[in-house]
């Protein structure tokens, strides 16, 4: 018999596999009739879950592929921007299906939350996929229990029929360029005051427009400083000593004397701040555009994970987790995750509009003479 999805007239369950697909409801048992339909529930609504997943990390791949190139042409950044709103999309879809995880009872839960253990939604290997592509180090994440988290994931694929599939996944991921390098890499290459990695003069061209950056950014915070004072906002000493401390952290993360590669980091948060300082500037607007996203993304990545654990703690509450996590407290832990920390960074920094340098090389971003 031939294969139904080769056939010259497909009908509409043959291109999506329908039958195949409804029927992977069945849980442990492998009988979707066995189920009560609040696990019924819970499965579809996680396996849903899974397959906005398995698109996100295509639309992120192809995010990545487009910035990782050796030069990236101007029309090429808003294919970036077009692949990640779509990952922001899906995501913010996620936020929202939380509502209708939410349905489910605390006692309808309980009728076969055991079942689960020791599994748990931490071992979605496409989640990790997807924070491992966008740049989420290892050293980044909260312990899992006393085990780090990705060695938890591969001692239960060793002795997972599933196992060798999800390691795949995450071992892939992990040889792979992320989105957080690629963009340090396009960031690093951005022209500054008209000068670029390799022109003469470029360290010292970046260090100028810092140096001046920080000059008038500290000349108006004190201007800022002695409103307060004069208005009694707050003791005149601890108010000079917080503006001082300010000071100083401005100076050593944009200089980045924070870091072993002083140089390359250095240019690269430059490059940042020199994007959303002159963002109204022709050659700019789309990669301050890829800025914007790439922070949304983000954002909407810190949302999924407060509603995640705001969900779980509705069902479950303070118990601990089916599998032998802290549950809602790792949860909540998880929400302090950054990846692109130069880019929220940034914005602590940034100046009004009057008090940045004077633009070097106005033409060489779009301006023309009238």
């Known amino acids: ?91 913010r879809l996620g936020v929202d299906q939380f509502r209708v995880m939410e349905t489910l009872t605390p006692l309808d839960f309980l009728d076969f939350r055991d079942k689960l253990i020791p599994s748990s939604g931490f071992q979605s290997f496409q989640m990790r996929e997807l924070e491992i592509l966008l740049g989420l180090e290892e050293s980044q994440r909260i312990t899992y229990g006393k085990i780090q988290p990705l060695n938890h994931i591969k001692k239960l694929a060793e002795s997972s029929p599933g196992g060798a599939k999800a390691w795949a996944h995450i071992s892939r991921a992990r040889e792979e360029t992320t989105l957080r390098a690629a963009l340090h890499e396009w960031l690093y290459r951005t022209p500054i005051q008209g ?49 001082e401390a300010t000071e100083a952290a401005a100076r050593t993360w944009l200089m980045a004397t924070d870091v072993e590669d002083t140089d390359r980091v250095r240019r690269i948060r430059a490059a940042a701040l020199f994007i959303e300082s002159y963002r109204e500037l022709p050659l700019l607007a789309w990669p301050r555009l890829l800025l914007d996203t790439v922070v949304e993304l983000e954002e909407q990545l810190v949302i999924w994970r407060s509603r995640h654990a705001r969900m779980v703690e509705r069902l479950i509450g303070r118990r601990v987790g089916t599998g032998g996590s802290s549950g809602v407290d790792y949860l909540d832990r998880t929400t302090k995750y950054r990846v692109f920390t130069e880019l929220w960074a940034v914005r602590s920094l940034l100046s009004p509009r009057e008090a940045l340098p004077t633009l070097a090389s106005r033409e060489f971003y779009g301006f023309k003479e009238s």
Do not use: N
């Open 195 to 243: 000068s670029s990695p390799g022109d003469a003069g470029d360290d010292a061209a970046v260090r100028r427009f810092l140096d001046t950056y920080l000059e008038r950014g500290q000349a108006r915070r004190k201007i800022q400083l002695d409103r307060l004072i004069e208005v009694g906002a707050g003791k005149p000493d601890a108010l000079r000593e917080r503006f």
């Open 1 to 91: 018999m031939s294969d139904p999805t080769t056939s010259d007239t497909p009908t509409y369950w043959d291109y999506l596999r329908l039958p195949q697909l409804l029927d992977l409801q069945g849980g442990l048992e492998g009988d979707e009739g066995a189920l009560e339909s609040d696990e019924l529930h819970f499965i579809i609504v996680h396996q849903a879950y899974e397959l906005w997943f398995k698109l996100a990390i295509r639309e992120l791949r192809l995010a990545r592929d487009h910035l990782a190139r050796p030069m990236v042409d101007e029309q090429v950044v808003p294919h970036v921007v077009h692949h990640l709103r779509r990952v922001i999309e899906i995501i």
